[in-house]
């Protein structure tokens, strides 16, 4: 069997918030996924499969089907937590393995999806024989589903609810079995192809609107990369192997550092206010930007979030939670964002102006009365 490097990340030409905003979600999953919204061929694809490259290796419990974290009770199944709490997890007992970009087939069944059990050998032997599904292959890796606009309803609630508890819970016929199912969920589609469910739309944390190129350069590189990659895989790869290296360590060393990043209480404030001001519905909005906002600052070597940071969260997280009414074709507008951050900067003066004002008018008082 011949095997040859997967396309390169570095390799690919433009789409640069479509790259940040994978890259983002490799360094903190708890961003919640991106969706990729564009028309075809415009590297969607080829952009999440390139991701799996530079994804960092995770620490599992060897020869357990659901990736279970050896140091974290709440990312393991029953068996895992059992033996972590005995203490019968060794050191030879715990494997490094490699992040993966796991596909959901868009006619992927439920059985397929959650798993199935066992029930005679169930009923017979008196335990639960779990034949793991895809959602098991997907804890704490990336679930990737192409065209996930075409996805059907009842698979897409199975998502919705796995990616709300971090669980897969499995009934058949009063037997009931479940596991950790945390993943980042990432979403392609054609918009020329039908809309996705609000729903399931919300539950991505990040979305982003890509288009085709217009610059000529670009697109003559765009060209020559793909000719020479169907060439010859390996050669084109390792043009890039410094790149990604670079890459890949810059995304390891953030994820260690991302629990230093700092974020001030003006800052949330700002966070708040652009939720409210854009209208969006709840507070995943706010949650979501601030996560990415550090995430931005820590993966440009920065302990503190600034202003920047919250700009470009909030472009990626706000796009998709804007209020629409039906038949509306809201879009969001960079100029709005910008417009309510000078409007925050001059509410904040006037109110400091007025401050000023008070406390002079307090100290007249005191001197009147003094004298």
Known sequence: MTHYKPYPFTAIVGQDLMKLALILNAINP??????????????????????????????????????????????????CQDK??????????????????????????????????????????????????????????????????????????????????????????????????????????NPEEGNLRPQLLDRFGLSIDVERIENVDQRVLIIKYVEDFQKDPNNFYSKFKKKQKDLRNKIVKARKSLNLVQISEEDLKKIAQLCIDFRTDGHRADITITRTAKTVAVFNDRTVVNEDDIKIAAKLSLNHRLRRLPFEDQTFNEKDLEDMFEKQKELKTDKNNLNDITGDHQILNIKEEVF
């Open 84 to 189: 972590i709490i005995a203490g019968d997890i060794k050191e030879e007992n715990i494997v490094l393995k490699e992040m993966r970009v796991i596909n959901l087939p868009i006619n992927s069944t439920e059985d397929r999806v959650v798993g199935t059990i066992d029930i005679k050998e169930a009923l017979m032997k008196g335990i639960k024989a779990l034949e793991p599904g895809i959602l098991a292959e997907a804890n704490r890796n990336i679930l990737y589903i192409d065209e996930v606009n075409l996805l059907a309803d009842n698979v897409a609630d199975i998502l919705l609810d796995s990616a709300a508890m971090g669980l897969n819970i499995i009934e058949r016929e009063g037997i009931s079995f479940h596991h950790p199912s945390n993943f980042i969920l990432i979403g392609t589609m």
């Open 30 to 79: 708890k961003i919640g996924g991106v969706l990729i919204k564009g028309t075809k061929g415009t590297a969607k694809s080829t952009a999440v499969r390139a991701l799996a490259d530079l994804l960092p290796e995770i620490e599992i419990v060897k020869d357990c089907p659901f990736n279970c974290n050896p140091n974290n009770l709440k990312e393991s199944c029953h068996s």
